[in-house]
């Protein structure tokens, strides 16, 4: 019974359809896996989720054997036990057993169906048949190992997102090789901070990409990386964008793209163990060299087929298009679309060009994707210029996914407004990391605005206080206190595993904590505030930087905001806000009072800023997370090479602009001439 002074749980924005769920694939996989799992079984209603996720962390290994047997894994030797040791970091899963994910993304292709659908922001776009890309994954695996890539080696990719890109990942992973992949608005000395480190084989580069409008000639750039790699013994050459590569451009040994392509042959996917390396993600490298995450075949295979095929319900009759870079984790994600037998977007260009900033929705609307991806500022985006995804036919859509920060309140109307009353706004929070998802929804649960629905099925997270007590209701960092299958094997080039083991464990150990502050609600949702590293402790009293942006935001004059707290040497505590103003908004006395009103009402009274600022720019890094601890320590007066490297940054001359910030402050410390506040 409710006490009188406790308020009521707020109503969800957004309830399952009881007409839908009954055909979603989670709920045939409840029912399937009770009817041989006892424990689930006396467990309650398996078509209930909140029962389906307690039985998926406290009978781990049953939770992950019923994904391996639902899915139909095929190994051609037998796994021993599921999990054979529960160790964090160092669990071992599935040993014994051998597979392939290039075999799993390709058995389910229907030969005259689209497993790939290519689109650009010009809004044209062509089909890859499933028996297309078969062929071409074929031909491109025995370029590769005429190459003399095999098992082990490592394959680059400096490519869009284009289906190049997937057709060249599969291949090299067939062969057991390990494949990393990164844009190509990357500097060649950016990307060869990643991939010297690989020492990879063989490099895959485009001639360009398309964004706003212009084309991008890339030749020089991937020449120059090419350089920057002793290690290649080749370069396969795609013609892509536009500018096309001639022979007089070869300054190494190359292949090109539509001869190696043009190859005859069957397809041989090479079993590998299940912890085997499929590829190398990299953080967001904003001190040093990026570290190079490297994920297993089985264990991605594993966690994609429960977050595609469950949580999202992907099958043979869906399309998915989520906006993406090809360094973002999310390409990882798009590429396994075709685990579940669904067709793949690929897209090349901006995601709101000038000229047709709706493209994405009109692309949506064309191809019936029902599986619409995008960010946090692409939807407020939408929302603050006016744009109208409704006048086009969005019918096909359920759902819209929504990850990469936190996705205010705000949003949620928006969307129901504008894409469809019916359709989910799935907002998710996990990371590059894992590869996957810690915390979002699925068909059978409710959406609270600015709140995720749930823990995912297998991830059995926690929020834990200071002390490492598990807290409810209230912020507390993000952990996960047993293992997945997608955690990393290890980081590249650490031998003794001390960086892999300092990045997640040092704090709790054996318990794997992300760095994000959230709130496990007592109605079982996950509300996410932001970076614990960048936490607002004002006198004592900690808030997520999220809960400041999501407030002022909402102000039409504000495009974007940035607040950090920084401590200063004299123990004093300064809360600046940085805002970036739409056009012809100006930051007078009176806006300076509407942001102050807003995060007073709508966050917090105790963390209203020290100062408003208009500023040219937030920096972010190129996967668009804001740059909240780099300019915190700028504005302490470090120095800008001691705390981002600019080829991690989307803006890198922001990063000078807030390092005069802090030397200028620094000085008025010095001399006393700081404002009195």
Known sequence: ????????PPEPFWTPDPADTPDSRIVDFGRWAAARYPGLDRAGDPAD????????????????????????????????????????????????ATLNYTHHALRHLRDDEPALLALDETGAGYDVLGGELRAQVAAIAAT???????????????????????????????????????????APEAAANRFAQLRPTVLFAADGYLFN?????????????????????????????????????????????????????????????????????????????????VHGHGGVLLEHLKTLGLHSDLGPADRLLWYTTTHWMMWNLVVSTL???????????????????????DLAARHHVTIFGTSPPYLLGMAKFGIDPSVHDLSAIRAVGCTGSTLPASAYPWVGEHVGKRVQLASTSGGTDVVSGFAGSAATTPVWAGELSAPHLGVALAAYSPDGSPVVDQVGELVVTRPMPSMPLYFWNDPDGARYRDAYFATYPGVWRHGDWITLTSRGSVIVHGR???????????????????????????????????????????????????????????????VRDAIRTGASPRHVPDEVLAVPGIPHTRTGKKLEVPVKRLLQGASAGDVVSPAAVDRPELIAF????????????????????
């Open 1 to 8: 019974m409710t006490k009188p002074d406790t308020p009521p």
């Open 49 to 96: 989720y909140d029962v389906l996720h307690r039985w998926s962390v406290t009978e781990l290994e049953e939770f992950w054997g019923a994904v391996w047997e639902y899915f139909d894994v095929d190994s051609p030797t037998p796994y021993e036990t599921v999990l054979a040791e529960e160790l964090m970091p160092g669990a071992r899963w599935f040993p014994g």
């Open 144 to 186: 590769l190992r005429d190459l003399g890539v095999g098992a082990g080696d490592t394959v680059a990719g400096y490519l869009p997102h284009t289906p190049h890109a997937i057709v060249a990942f599969l291949a090299a992973a067939s062969l057991g090789a390990v494949w990393s992949v990164c844009g190509q608005d990357y």
């Open 213 to 293: 409008g212009t084309v991008h000639d890339r030749r020089d750039a991937a020449l120059e990386l090419a350089g920057r790699l002793p290690t290649l013994t080749a370069v396969v050459l795609v013609d892509h964008a536009g500018p096309g590569w001639s022979d007089d451009r070869r300054s190494v040994r190359t292949v090109r793209w539509d001869d190696a392509v043009a190859r005859t042959g069957e397809l041989v996917c090479t079993p590998v163990p299940f912890d085997h390396p499929l590829w190398v993600v990299f953080s967001s490298g904003t001190t040093g060299l990026p570290k190079g995450i």
């Open 339 to 361: 685990l579940t037998g669904a067709t793949a977007c690929t897209y090349d260009g901006s995601p709101a060009p000038f000229a047709r900033p709706d493209v994405l929705w």
């Open 532 to 594: 614990s590293d960048s936490t607002l402790n004002r006198n004592g009293v900690r808030l997520g930087s999220a809960d400041i942006h999501d407030a002022v935001e909402r102000l039409p004059e504000i495009a974007e905001s940035l607040v950090i707290g920084a401590e200063e040497p004299d123990g004093g505590y300064w809360m600046p806000l940085f805002v970036v103003l739409t056009e012809g908004a100006v930051l007078d006395d009176a806006l300076r009072d509407r």
């Open 658 to 677: 807030y390092a005069r910030l802090g030397a200028d402050r620094a000085r008025a410390r010095t001399t006393g001439t700081e404002d009195g506040r």
